[in-house]
């Protein structure tokens, strides 16, 4: 990072209440207030992802207000997913009309692959296209000494779109500071006993369904290398740090796929058992085989694991979501996780090509699959990801379907319904519920129902059945790690409960981020 900055600047974040914080978020305050601005948190409580609620929640308007008046608010930076980006925009209306002063900075996932569509709105000031640690200090100190601009960064000029390139990325991870926690453990009290970490950027897999792949291809065409991964030191240095300060009862892993590379993987399982040693929760793919590097991971505290299987429809999966792994791979990887008594949470993405027929096929695969919780999703359509074009050029939608997508205007999330046609999900509704409730039912009562295609009577069940029965396993199960928080979030957003924490308690998480590498505060 650079030196302090002559003139230091009050900024906000402006987030989404989701099911967990934001590390992104983290880790751009954790910069900033390195470099010396004022950084705050308002966490709008709508939850447009979520298995809890369709609609979205009153803006507090007054309440927003009185945050940006209380804390004189100079930029407002939003960290915006396409669920939330019409949401997200409204926002900086309100904040525009207040006090046109303000300066707003939209960034994230739906920005990189929208800016053009989000710049038509005069609310929005600046566009960041990529990720954001070196662009928003460069970016803050431009405003200052009115140079120019950084990679990355888009805005209004002349009547046009000015800007150019992506953020520039961190090429070595380790440089980049420890996230600062503070804001997020203070406001959301059900993420206190989770530590999230991330230790690599981007991913193998080029599922059609992601936008990562494009996000790779985009910094391919820059001529940069966009996966990368930190040093197992340097995650083990984090976490030991983590351990003492933060004291966690879980770490949480979000790398897009975690298990990769057989030498990185055995390093990191050794260090992480002789130093850190606190049960963790990680994603990964169904393509990862070597049992004893599974065994140091488990014995190392791997609790949890959350795999991607979302089809067992070869022409789905192979043609449609560009997965390559085979039914044979799945049923071993998860069969060897089973027998290491590790909860597997098994994700399956219900289609506009996935027929009656294909679904009920998948059900005696899923059946012998056996996990300990099944979450069905259904696709939800993003910019930037190639299956978006798809639907379009198979008239699945319409232009102006996709230009609403560009726009942020998503119908509903993937938790209810996403791009998939509420006729189908009305004909398929019993096979559904069926395999959200699978890993309830014993194998024997499971093999009959599929037999007998009993399964359609499941439909007299409400939707809402599943989440309920989800949040039981939760409650039952201390390593179902995403059922936990999803329950926490959801008493915070209904029962605003809300446990106060100590300002000394909130200091020491902050100083989590100004550690340097010798162990001690900057």
């Known amino acids: 990072m650079t030196s302090l900055s002559k003139i230091s600047k009050n900024c906000a974040f402006i987030v989404e209440l989701g099911r967990g914080d934001s590390l992104g978020v983290e880790l751009l305050t954790a910069i900033l207030r390195i470099a010396g601005h004022k950084v705050f948190l308002y966490l709008d409580k709508n939850q447009s992802a979520t298995p809890w609620i369709k609609s979205q929640r009153n803006l507090e308007e007054k309440k927003l207000l009185h945050f940006i008046e209380q804390n004189q608010i100079e930029i407002a930076f939003f960290s915006v997913a396409t669920d939330y980006a019409l949401r997200a925009q409204k926002i900086a209306q309100i904040i525009k009309c207040h006090k046109k002063e303000i300066l707003t900075c939209f960034g994230g996932v739906h920005p990189t692959f929208a800016h053009e569509e989000l710049l038509q709105n005069p609310a929005i000031d600046f566009v960041c296209r990529g990720e954001g640690e070196i662009a928003i200090e460069k970016f803050v100190e431009s405003l200052s000494s009115k140079t120019a601009f950084p990679s990355g960064i888009y805005y209004r000029e002349n009547n046009r779109i000015a800007g150019s390139g992506l953020g520039e990325l961190t090429k070595n991870l380790d440089e980049l500071p420890f996230p600062d ?65 933060y004291r966690p009862k879980k770490i949480c892993f979000v790398d897009d796929t975690f298990i990769l590379d057989k030498t990185y993987m055995r390093e990191f399982a050794l260090q992480y058992k002789k130093h850190i040693n606190i049960p963790f929760y990680c994603n990964t793919q169904p393509n990862f ?11 190392a505290g791997m609790s949890d694991v959350e795999i991607g299987v979302q089809s067992f429809c070869p022409r789905i999966k192979e043609d449609i979501y560009l997965r390559n792994e085979s039914n044979d791979d799945v049923l071993r990887f998860v069969a060897l996780l089973r027998n290491r008594k590790v909860f597997t ?33 259904f696709l939800s359509l993003y910019p930037g990801t190639k299956i978006l074009n798809r639907t379009l050029e198979e008239n699945i939608i319409t232009n102006q379907d996709y230009r609403a997508i560009q726009n942020g205007n998503v119908n509903t999330n993937y938790y209810c319904g996403g791009s998939v046609s509420q006729k189908e999900l009305q004909k398929n509704k019993g096979a559904l519920i069926f395999l959200s409730l699978l890993p309830l039912i014993p194998s024997s009562v499971c093999r009959y129902i599929i037999k007998k295609k009993y399964y359609q009577y499941f439909k007299i069940l409400p939707h809402m059945s599943v989440f309920l029965i989800r949040g039981i396993i939760a409650l039952s199960s201390p390593k179902d790690t995403w059922g936990r928080m999803n329950l926490g979030n959801l008493y915070l957003q209904y029962l605003d409960l809300f446990n106060p924490v100590s300002q000394r308690r909130i200091t020491e998480i902050r100083g989590i981020s100004t550690f340097d590498k010798a162990g001690e505060t900057l």
């Open 345 to 377: 949470h098994i994700d399956h993405i219900v289609s506009p090509w996935e027929t009656t027929q294909d679904l009920e096929e998948q059900l005696p695969l899923y059946e012998k699959l056996r996990p300990s919780q099944m979450n069905v999703f």
């Open 289 to 299: 085989f070597d049992e004893e590097i599974l065994d140091l991971l488990v014995d």
């Open 181 to 245: 926690k503070s804001d997020f453990y203070e406001q959301m009290p059900f993420i206190r006993n989770y530590y999230t970490i991330q230790l690599s950027r981007g991913c193998p897999g080029r599922c059609s369904y992601c936008n990562s792949p494009s996000m790779m291809d985009l910094y391919r065409d820059e001529k940069q290398v966009f996966f990368r991964r930190r040093s197992v030191a340097s995650a083990i240095e984090e976490l030991k740090i983590v351990k003492k300060v």
